[in-house]
């Protein structure tokens, strides 16, 4: 049975959520207002109204090409997940659905290079891509980060099959279905909300990535995350300029969460509540 | 064709031996009934049957030719789960056709065998449904279905029954019986339930932790039952079971009596008691029967027009012929 709320719990409960949400959003939102203000206007002091001029905007592009880090996110980031779901969807299949006596340690030990600080690695990373001319290269970073995300994209789908009953599967073998069959037409119809939304996830991860992009990378394969970097040290006291190269790189990731929101949220909670 | 052999079975989980060698042949067109209490390695013996579980040891023949190392797919079973495992995403139409497509039926004979199937199950207006718009009873037929079109040489049935409610049960038992009546086709059912077992089977295998206990026919099991665990198994209400004095007396370290061969009464008889909850179905009643000195209750079946009551003092008579005799070792003497 629901529990009786009354009026005005009710209403207070929705002004402390709004406010919890403006809070945790205000900063984005101050960045946008920024953005359309000039540089005057933007060292000025705190003002809500901005006077909409896209002047910053026309500045950052004509000053560093916007077009060329957009079109390495979206290398980086669509390129790095569809690496990891080629490597993690038989990973995780064959825990799910053939566990061995190690396989709860083996995914505990992929979730524990998560919790190792990247700052750790950097130096052997860094001499890797130099010895092996990755460099500031699109593959290079492209494999660097599906090896980062991976042991999240191998848990997330992990919990996905583990949620598909096994009998389902035996019963398609029952019925005569070879291993290709049963991938093919009961196993990957019936996870597709789940690839869906590691997919989404995971694309965000990639995109957010900044520590490695801006480490290994000069021009050639930096993203956005790095683009942003480079404004901050010599436009530091740029503050509408940085606010619209801000937005111009977090704007496509935002749009794509925004229609996605349902799908991440089933597939983050997926499996926490049957 | 659907004989089956198992000959020296034996599986094995790690250390654990879940069903030591075991020998048993199935006759073609038989339903043999695998019953026992949870735990005991029936749907174990069952999945090695059909494929899904490894045998450890020992061979299993389908029709004579052996099958135990061959795939699910190639020993020509079919399966129906006790959560019916029907595919989620397809319609009924396309579970049932499903087992068809994997075999590369034809289109229009893979309609023909649907049709056929839906109309014996009553499916023909669901066909379009999906697995989550169905009723349980429904999604029981749908699975039957998607046996059935396979023609299978043997039906492998893993408690099909025990996610639907009482009433739908025995309509189903009922249905399931006469699809067997129908198409002659070998049914391998495992159960908990007894009375599955006893209104179903025309073979009982009893077993208890993996090992075969007793092999026959529900009454044969019900009139001789080898030993105590079979004769304490089959039966509702359980048979009564003493030891001590009362055995002794006949020459056996436990003897068995069905409720069913004691008679009740006031006025006098073999043991005493005081009767403590009484059932009335109408048709029997049964009396549980208490301060015996025998056993903490006994029960007893009787008429369904004996009034007796809480406290009352009786006295139960066994039949003499009918009374159950057990050695050291629980076997029948």
């Known amino acids: 049975m629901a529990r009786a709320v009354s009026r005005n719990t009710k209403i207070g409960w929705t002004i402390a959520a709004w406010a919890v949400a403006l809070l945790i959003f205000f900063p984005i939102l101050y960045t946008i207002i920024t953005s359309l203000k000039s540089e005057q206007e933007a060292i000025a002091g705190f003002d809500l109204i901005p006077s909409f001029t896209l002047e910053s905007y026309q500045t950052v592009q004509s000053q560093n090409n916007y077009w060329r880090p957009f079109t390495n996110s979206v290398i980086l980031a669509v390129g790095s997940t569809l690496l990891a779901l080629i490597v993690a969807i038989p990973a995780a299949w064959a825990m799910a659905f053939s566990p061995t006596k190690r396989t709860k340690d083996i995914l505990m030990w992929m979730l524990s290079t998560k919790m190792m600080p990247a700052v750790a690695v950097l130096v052997p990373i860094y001499l890797i891509f130099l010895r092996t001319g990755l460099m500031d290269t699109r593959i290079g970073l492209t494999v660097l980060l599906m090896m980062i995300n991976l042991p999240i994209v191998v848990w997330m789908l992990y919990t996905y099959f583990r949620e598909i009953p096994g009998e389902i599967l035996e019963a398609a073998r029952m019925d005569g279905a070879t291993l290709r069959d049963e991938i093919l037409y009961v196993l990957t119809p019936m996870a597709i909300p789940g690839i869906a939304s590691t997919l989404l996830l995971n694309i965000i991860l990639a995109w957010n990535e900044a520590f490695w992009t801006i480490q290994l990378t000069t021009t050639n394969a930096a993203p956005l995350s790095a683009f942003i970097a480079s404004f901050s040290s010599p436009q530091g006291l740029f503050w509408a300029k940085l606010s619209a190269a801000s937005v111009m790189a977090i704007a496509p990731i935002l749009v794509l969460g925004w229609f996605s929101q349902k799908q991440l949220v089933r597939g983050l909670t997926f499996g926490a509540v049957k | ?333």
């Open chain 2, 1 to 333: 064709m659907g004989q089956i052999t198992l000959q020296g079975v034996t599986k094995r989980f790690g250390e654990v031996e879940v069903i030591p060698p075991l020998d048993l042949t199935i006759e073609d067109g038989e339903f043999v009934v695998f019953v026992g209490p949870s735990g005991c390695g029936k749907s174990t013996l069952l999945r090695l049957i059909a494929g899904l579980e490894d045998v450890s040891a020992g061979d299993i023949l389908i029709d004579g030719k052996n099958a135990t190392d061959a795939s699910p797919a190639r020993r020509g079973l079919a399966m129906v789960f006790q959560s019916y495992a029907l595919y989620p995403h397809m319609s009924v139409r396309k579970n049932i056709a499903f087992p068809l497509k994997m075999a590369g039926v034809s289109k229009p004979e893979q309609d023909r065998r649907i049709e056929a199937a839906a109309k014996a199950l009553n499916l023909t207006s669901y066909l379009d449904r999906r697995p989550g718009q169905l009723s349980g009873g429904q999604r029981q037929r749908v699975a039957i279905g998607r046996a059935i079109v396979r023609e299978p040489s043997a039906f492998l049935f893993d408690e099909p029954l025990s996610n639907l409610d009482a009433a739908l049960r025995v309509g189903m038992r009922l249905e399931i019986s006469e699809l067997h009546n129908r198409l002659k086709t070998t049914m391998i059912y495992v159960t908990h339930d007894q009375v599955e077992a006893m209104t179903m089977a025309d073979k009982i295998v009893v077993l208890q932790a993996g090992r075969i206990e007793q092999v026959g026919s529900p009454l044969d099991l019900y009139l001789r039952p080898k030993n105590v665990f079979v004769a304490g198994f089959i039966g509702s209400p359980r048979m009564n079971l003493f030891s001590g004095a009362a055995a002794a007396e006949y020459g056996a370290m436990t003897i068995g009596v069905r409720p069913e061969h004691i008679r009740i009464s006031g006025q006098g008889g073999k043991w005493k008691g005081r009767v403590g909850v009484s059932e009335h179905l109408g048709s029997d009643s049964f009396f549980y029967v208490e301060d015996t000195g025998l056993a903490e209750t006994i029960t007893v079946r009787a008429d369904g027009e004996v009034t007796l009551h809480h406290g009352d003092t009786v006295w139960l008579t066994p039949d003499e012929g009918k009374i159950h005799r057990f050695d050291t070792n629980g076997d029948r003497i």
